[in-house]
């Protein structure tokens, strides 16, 4: 294939956007030349010149402002690029579109004749206590509702965009056809605040004429089961539509049909649908008739009018869910308990099954889990409070039939069909959901069980990173701030998560609370807040150390991989405002061993600095603290109780440190000043109360050294001995990690920073529990939430088998084993340097920078190093290998070393 010189065009981080905002979108491209300056122009739908340039004597080839006209609302661009090189000009062009103005929204909202969805309120009590009793899913569930709309269409149409939303979860089609390939839609949003808009061009759909609009409309995050008590109805109990359809026509005029009293509803073939517990669906009911022209019913019936609310509408930002791959079976079992079918990989989707002569009316059952036990038999890994994860399919009776469900997904490896009789393998595929982001990494070694290591986080990241990131796919899908923050390093080499996470963390600072307490999940919902307000213990946080501290981490993050200051500009304030509350909160509280002594004026004064007070989660699910007899949820305040007054301070620390970092790129260097000051004061107080003359810690667990060597919170002068304490901690347990969630991406760079090389290696490569390669080694396939989640025995216990917050050892992956290095914002410089004593004789790895590819491949043979990189123009990279160093140029080098030679 020849090689484009100019390629990958991006408007806001994404190709071709169909609802970008029309406030100064930012321009990126790649290169495959060194380029001295460019060109860019922006021309309207009619050809109108909206933005020259003119010719710009630079080598910037990101996040180029527009500075035209002011762009329209719902119109279409074609921008071109003319990057110039010596002599040559290299050309490209590529589309954009823009929202319309939801503010001037004149569409109603419909809402079909429905039962309000039966509402249950469970409880964090109700789960810690086993689960609440909940009755059979077709007494507690409703059907999905089909609504239709004829629309007359005037002969010319030359452009037409349907742009919709629905309290719910819904498809669309016109005249029979499906609008898009996007599941799920609108995605989950923090709905009071927020409702995403989709925009789809539906010219190639409609016809002079007379067309039918339809749109079948579930319970979804709306009013389904979520969260995880699986309580229903979180933010309505209703479901409703909402679209316009925008029409250009040739001679010039426009047209907007929108949703109104002409639109009639009906159940359809659901007899329910539910986001967690699954779908039921009747086939003999299917008819698809009612999606096309001239379909009457008398069972249908109008619509009721709403009216118009656009108050929380906003365009969608980002890449929709869509069904990202397909997986065969990799096994099947024609059992006694049913047709035992084995993905070979754990998911998050659903099943696509070829019915072939079954009988009318037979009842297809499908059941999913993510493990089977010990002796390889039926095993839920998650159970109780509306997580049945059951779908069932009641056959017509066609000599071929096949069933996919809509509103629903599961995390599953294995699927138990039962009602079935024969059932061929090849009728059956495993549907992979999730948000649709581009693939910006991959990471290869000489060693099975790494690369395994590897593909189980990308699989965790890969069900995880649905519509919002999510602990985990099949009990709580909450978007848990603390196991995102934790992972984005590893996530961001692994996808193009920037504009996927900035959509999250417009929710996250929606939720955000009048006091500044950013929540520890988001979308959060008013059942959420409730029954915080009545939870006891754990229950009860709203707010939470390394949780909430999410909304500066994340940005920063972001910026370091993106190099784009706007998710710094638009969580600036959000951060500000949890500082003030943290500070609040240290002023406010002392720490329970604390409250009842006389302090000195001076220790009441630095206690009076830290935020070491109020329930948080700590280091959770530290390792060592869930070894005793105690039952689980016991254990697991464990953790909380001895951590969260030190780690509570370390990231109040950290997210000053990052106030200040954010300030200076935003240019409020007074702010800039003010946070370090403050970092300073806080970190003095902290070390003053909590470390001890010999670079101790009060809590002798890994994490805290960890955190404290990772976060930066010691003084140069005691790195090195906390360093010892922490790797005599390590050897302690015999060479494995006893971290939690929020200190485990800091271990091995703590230990290697400081002087404990072997150490970190040994940890990395350790195989007893707890330990990465455990998993590995006892057959996982992505990664778990327990690092014993089974036995040695190989029996499973009741925790998640896809929680991507372990997996950001991935980060050290690309960094250390491969050697990729971001060491300026946006990968702008980066240094090659892998760990040549790591183990092994190969590793590879690449980097979609926002460059282009960065990649590394090294390969050791009887001691002769080779080390092939490839750079992309405007990245500046340096390999360092043992005892030299080289700057790289753009393009492909091969580097050759006699390590023997070396070593000498
Ligand atoms: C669990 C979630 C999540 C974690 C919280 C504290 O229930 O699965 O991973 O962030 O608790």
Redesign the pocket.
Known sequence: MAKRSCHTLRVEHLERPLMLDPISPRFSWMVEHPQDSYRLTVRDGNGTLAWDSGIVDSGQTTLIEYRGVPLEHDADYLWTVHSFSGTAEHTAESHFATAPDLSAWEAEWIEPAQEPTHREQHSFMDWIMGGAETSPADQRLRPAQLVRQELHIRPSLARARLFATAHGVYTAWINGQPVSDEVLAPGFDSYRHRLSVQGYDVLGMLRSGTNTLGFAVADGWWAGRIG?TGTSAQFGDRLALTWQLHLGFADGSTQVITSDSSAFSSTGPWNYSDLFIGESYDARRADESWMLPGFERPEWTPVRLLGVDASALVPFRGEPVRRVAQLPVASIDHRADGVLLDFGQVIAGRLRLKLRGQQRGQRITIEHTETLDAQGEWFQNIAGMNKEQTDHYICAGEAEEEWEPEFTFHGFRYVRVNGIGQLDPQDATAVVLSSDLEQAGGFRTSDERLNRLHQNVVWSQRANFLSIPT??PQ??R?G?S??IQVFAGAAANNAGVYTFLSRWLENLRADQLPDGRIP?LSPRSEHDAQSALESPGLGAIVAAAG?SDAVAILPWKLYERYGDPRVLEENYSAVRRWIEYQAAEAERGLPRGLEDLKLGPERLARQRLIYNSGPH?GD?LTPSTLEGDEPLHEAMDLAPKLTSEIVAPMFQIHTLDLAARMAEVLGHSAHAAQYSQRAGEVRSAFLAEYLGEDATLPVALQGMYALALGLDILPESKRLRAGEHLAALVRARGQRLDTG?LSTPFLLDALWDTGHQDLAREVLWQQQAPSWLYAVDHGATTIW?AWDAVDPSGQPRQV?MN?Y?FGCVDDWLYRKVAGLTPMAPGWREARIEPDLSCGLDHAEAWIQSPFGRLAVNWKLEHGHLSVTTVVPFGLNAVLKLPGQQATLAPGTSVHHLDLFATAQ
């Open positions: 995880l602990d985990c009990r709580e909450a848990w603390g196991d520890i949780w989660f959770w969630f939430e998640s929680h917050a």
